[in-house]
Nanobody, 121 residues
């Protein structure tokens, strides 16, 4: 199984980024996928998730600014974050192979290596 993230970088506060995650080696339609982030000296935080059937989850910290989407044909998910803030600075990880349970994607089996997002004030 391989997950590859892309789309990170440095952006000014108020800007936007679109992260991409492509996966291979697993049955995409059987699982949910999502994005996590971890800033230095902070715990990993779930940012957003999407089930193969379409339901989504967003953390309160990005709700209204983020959109998660998927392309099942490409086994890919995307995360668009608008109105970026310095506190969005973190390494963003794609996670796959999860189970959709009570509105959340849990028990992810697979993780990407992460892509850094830096928001400059």
């Amino acid at each position: 199984v391989q997950l590859t993230e892309s789309g990170g970088g440095s952006v000014q506060s108020g800007g936007s980024l679109r992260l991409s995650c492509g996966g291979s080696g697993f049955t995409y339609s059987s699982y949910c996928m999502g994005w996590f982030r971890q800033a230095p000296n902070k715990e990993r935080e779930e940012v957003a998730a999407i089930d193969s059937d379409g339901p989504t989850f967003y953390a309160d910290s990005v709700k209204g600014r983020a959109t998660i989407s998927q392309d099942s044909a490409k086994h890919a998910i995307y995360l668009q974050i608008d109105s970026l803030k310095p506190e969005d600075t973190a390494k963003y990880y794609c996670a796959a192979g999860g189970i959709w349970y009570r509105g959340r994607c849990i028990s992810h089996k697979y993780w990407g290596q992460g892509t850094q997002v830096t928001v400059e004030a």
